[in-house]
């Protein structure tokens, strides 16, 4: 049982994990910490928050589980912050999209002091935002991956991974620099691809959107999501994105090419062998 979890930001992330663990029934009380301590009213009306405060050091204060659910580039700085204000015995986490430069960050501090920071980054979201949105079930059968490293404390992984499976999530561990190159491949880089896309029609054929359908905008949907919260993430990730933007690439040109070509049989023998990849993926 939690006795006070502390969550840094009270968006789609965050204040989905105050309404799971609330839900869950473990903890006995949930501080919110935000900017702004107006736009968590909402938060406390509905009870996903016993206290709000745009303090951090006050909100941290007492806290023996704390998680960071602010954007990824705010992570590093908050961790700053957080790390002289947090009890000694607090378990901390975050839900940051990119994991390599926030490990390294929690590593560095913990040489001025020690405190148990282990990563997170929860498979799970929307390309709506804020709490207004914020769900009991967003993790519930989502995919978790914790991302400890050698000098990570075994009670603090045990906790963390602990935790995300008592909100429904399914828990998996990786190493940060494997995390960030997976995530570019499957989330940064069709969030990039999607806004691509959305931009090319946009621009050379803009008239053609009045017809389009479900699966276009199925195709789409991703690049609807926060413009602020996404530069950060393809800038916090942009060599793992860049690799992948690479292969993407070639996989492109080379569909391109067999289309130029005018092959029927090997344009046909490309679209199995992707779709069979696809359906193993279902």
Known sequence: MIQRLAVVGVGLLGGSVAKAARAQGIVREVIGIGRDRARMQAALDDGGLDHATSDLAEGVRGADFIVLAAPVRAIEDLLERLWDAAPADAVVTDVGSSKTDIVRCAARLARRRPLAFVGSHPMAGSEKSGYAVARTDLFRGALVVVTPTEASDARAVKLVTAFWEHVGARVTTLDPEAHDASVAAISHLPHLVACALMD???????????????????????????????????????????????????????????VQNGDPAAVAAALARIKASREALA
């Open 200 to 258: 090319a029609v946009s621009r050379e054929a803009p008239r053609a959107l009045d017809l389009a359908a479900r699966g276009f905008k199925d195709t789409t949907r991703i690049a609807a999501g926060d413009p602020q919260m996404w530069q950060e993430i393809f800038l916090a990730n942009r060599e793992p994105l860049t690799r992948a933007v690479g292969a993407f690439r070639r996989s492109l040109e080379e569909l391109d090419r067999l």
